[in-house]
């Protein structure tokens, strides 16, 4: 397939890298200089384009701006209507993306994350993409959204990493205060995590673990009454996302 990306910084590095070795050709724009070089030192099949050309001769176009960029870039550029848009900007409804890359009308959001490069991330899409389908479904875990709002939901969600590996790496300092071993304590902490977190989760499989993990007086439920205060917050700190990811009050549908 004939992809393109624009706007060439840490998600696009990410998922070319995801594409190494499976026979596409990939325009990158010139912007970030560095790392549009340096994809296309290290991924056979990358190639470095203006802008027009990424889009002129793709037929999936990934959009990789930042938003505020994207709406002063993307009308410049001739879009055609039978290829391919995929979005996974932050800040840029289907609605904006319609109007900025007419006459292109198969138009997808997602959101990857950098661990695409090796697979396996959740990649929650709305409307359901096809082309997204073919060129990462086969490693990785689509998860196609009934609306956008159920999309923008899980941008809220994805914004729970960066406070749990903070907590992981409270707990890693911890540990290494104890064991003077910083490296064997960070290969515990996150091995450990690991080993707890099945590869593709059914539902009721995070309450299992949980459950398996509750022994009155035990230290894990001991720790975790004493951190109630935080689930609290959580749930708080979630719902104050509401306004800025335009989601309804779920309370409200009810
Ligand atoms: N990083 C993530 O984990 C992640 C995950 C999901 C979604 N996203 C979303 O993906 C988008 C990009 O994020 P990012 O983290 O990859 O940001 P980034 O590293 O800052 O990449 C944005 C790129 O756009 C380039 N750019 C600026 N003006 C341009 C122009 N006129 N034409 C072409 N390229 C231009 C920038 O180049 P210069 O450096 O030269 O300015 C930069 O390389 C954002 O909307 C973000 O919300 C990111």
Not at 22 to 30: C, D
Not at 106 to 126: F, K, M, Q, R
Request: contains cysteine; proline residues 8%; negative net charge.
């Amino acid at each position: 397939m004939r992809l393109g990306f624009i706007g060439t910084g840490e998600i696009t590095a990410a998922m070319v890298r995801g594409l190494k070795g499976r026979g596409h050709t990939i325009l990158v724009s010139p912007r970030n200089a560095a790392v549009a070089a340096t994809l296309a030192a290290e991924v056979p099949g990358v190639a470095i384009a203006p802008n027009e050309d990424v889009v002129a001769n793709s037929d999936v176009v990934f959009l990789c701006l930042l938003a505020r960029v994207a709406r002063e870039v993307l009308p410049t550029l001739p879009f055609c209507a039978d290829q391919s848009v995929i979005s996974v900007m932050v800040d840029a409804p289907l609605a904006t993306l319609r109007s900025l890359c007419a006459p292109a009308t198969d138009i997808a959001i997602t959101i990857p994350l950098p661990p695409i490069t090796t697979g396996g991330c959740p990649l929650p899409v709305y409307p359901a993409s096809p082309a997204l389908d073919a060129l990462f479904g086969a490693r990785n875990l689509i998860l196609p959204q009934p609306s956008e709002a159920a999309l923008n939901a899980h941008l809220g969600a994805s914004a729970l990493c960066s406070p749990i590996l903070d907590q992981l790496l409270t707990a890693t300092e911890w540990l290494t205060d104890h064991t003077g071993n910083p490296a064997a304590a960070e290969a515990y902490i996150a091995a450990m995590i690991r080993g707890y977190l099945p590869e593709r989760a059914q539902e009721g499989d995070l309450a299992t673990a949980l459950k398996k993990l509750s022994t009155e007086g035990g230290l894990n439920a001991t720790l975790r009454a004493a951190m109630a205060p935080a689930k609290q917050s959580l749930r708080q700190d979630l719902t104050g996302f509401h306004a800025r990811l335009e989601l309804d009050d779920p309370k409200a549908r009810t």
